[in-house]
């Protein structure tokens, strides 16, 4: 609490939570502190405008956590979410402690309580024994649940994890083309989610300026450039028209500009 309060003293308008794995937040401490309560505490803090969410396990995703984070008016609908597979049979090779069953309901909870939500995750081809129908079985898990963006690692070997000594080591060629697959595909969703917000108005948090203009994101984190903009606007949330798509960026003016 501290440590957001002094953030928040020189100015700075977001704040991310993030750690290794953050649901387990409080549980060493004696009064059995939870993330709910600590995000709860936050939200109260003059300045701050928008909390952030790293990384979290699909067991945290419950009703009872959603009700009461979607009260904070400061949470970002943005959510990265940990999978690595979709493929329940990988994901118990990976020793998860969750089903591609049970990840799916926890991402339909989210969309039931946070509108204009954008979902990311991360995904891992290639981990010991995946079969090509594993991977074909997460490709369409993947396509089902249309993530905005997949973060995609292909397996390595790590001296000293159990996985490294595990038989059937993926070809890296195979690794490879798998990677490629699920890289087109989360290319061609987050084009289509862009194109949905062509013509609309969303508020961007001003972060940095370059030669010819700013660039920010939006609350559910989503890149935008503001052209032509000539008054210094860093570090302001500002409307923001959204007029054209390039990439992965969202282009668009300042609001004003069009009245």
């Given at each position: 609490?501290?440590?957001?309060?002094?953030?928040?003293?020189?100015?700075?308008?977001?704040?991310?939570?993030?750690?290794?794995?953050?649901?387990?937040?409080?549980?060493?401490?004696?009064?059995?502190?939870?993330?709910?309560?600590?995000?709860?505490?936050?939200?109260?803090?003059?300045?701050?405008?928008?909390?952030?969410?790293?990384?979290?396990?699909?067991?945290?995703?419950?009703?009872?956590?959603?009700?009461?984070?979607?009260?904070?008016?400061?949470?970002?609908?943005?959510?990265?979410?940990?999978?690595?597979?979709?493929?329940?049979?990988?994901?118990?090779?990976?020793?998860?402690?969750?089903?591609?069953?049970?990840?799916?309901?926890?991402?339909?909870?989210?969309?039931?309580?946070?509108?204009?939500?954008?979902?990311?995750?991360?995904i891992i081809v290639g981990f010991p024994g995946e079969t090509e129908e594993e991977f074909i079985e997460t490709y369409n898990f993947?396509?089902?649940?249309?993530?905005?963006?997949?973060?995609?690692?292909?397996?390595?070997?790590?001296?000293?994890?159990?996985?490294?000594?595990?038989?059937?080591?993926?070809?890296?060629?195979?690794?490879?083309?798998?990677?490629?697959?699920?890289?087109?595909?989360?290319?061609?969703?987050?084009?289509?989610?862009?194109?949905?917000?062509?013509g609309k108005t969303v508020k961007v948090l001003v972060e940095e300026m370059n030669d010819k203009s700013f660039m920010g994101h939006?609350?559910?984190?989503?890149?935008?450039?503001?052209?032509?903009?000539?008054?210094?606007?860093?570090?302001?949330?500002?409307?923001?028209?959204?007029?054209?798509?390039?990439?992965?960026?969202?282009?668009?003016?300042?609001?004003?500009?069009?009245?």
């Amino acid at each position: 609490m501290n440590e957001v309060r002094k953030i928040a003293s020189i100015g700075i308008k977001e704040v991310v939570l993030t750690g290794i794995h953050i649901a387990s937040y409080g549980k060493d401490f004696d009064d059995n502190i939870s993330l709910i309560d600590l995000l709860e505490e936050i939200n109260k803090i003059d300045g701050i405008e928008r909390i952030r969410l790293g990384s979290l396990e699909p067991k945290l995703i419950t009703k009872d956590f959603l009700e009461r984070l979607v009260k904070l008016e400061k949470i970002c609908n943005h959510f990265h979410l940990s999978l690595q597979s979709g493929s329940t049979t990988v994901l118990k090779r990976m020793n998860r402690r969750y089903t591609a069953e049970e990840f799916a309901e926890a991402v339909k909870l989210i969309r039931e309580y946070f509108k204009d939500v954008i979902l990311t995750a991360d995904i891992i081809v290639g981990f010991p024994g995946e079969t090509e129908e594993e991977f074909i079985e997460t490709y369409n898990f993947l396509k089902e649940i249309k993530f905005y963006k997949i973060h995609v690692f292909k397996y390595s070997v790590r001296e000293g994890t159990k996985a490294a000594l595990f038989p059937n080591q993926v070809l890296p060629e195979i690794k490879e083309k798998r990677s490629k697959e699920i890289i087109n595909l989360s290319n061609d969703i987050q084009q289509e989610y862009n194109r949905h917000y062509i013509g609309k108005t969303v508020k961007v948090l001003v972060e940095e300026m370059n030669d010819k203009s700013f660039m920010g994101h939006t609350k559910n984190y989503l890149y935008v450039e503001i052209i032509n903009e000539k008054n210094n606007i860093e570090n302001k949330i500002i409307d923001v028209k959204i007029i054209d798509v390039k990439n992965d960026t969202l282009l668009g003016i300042d609001e004003k500009q069009t009245l």
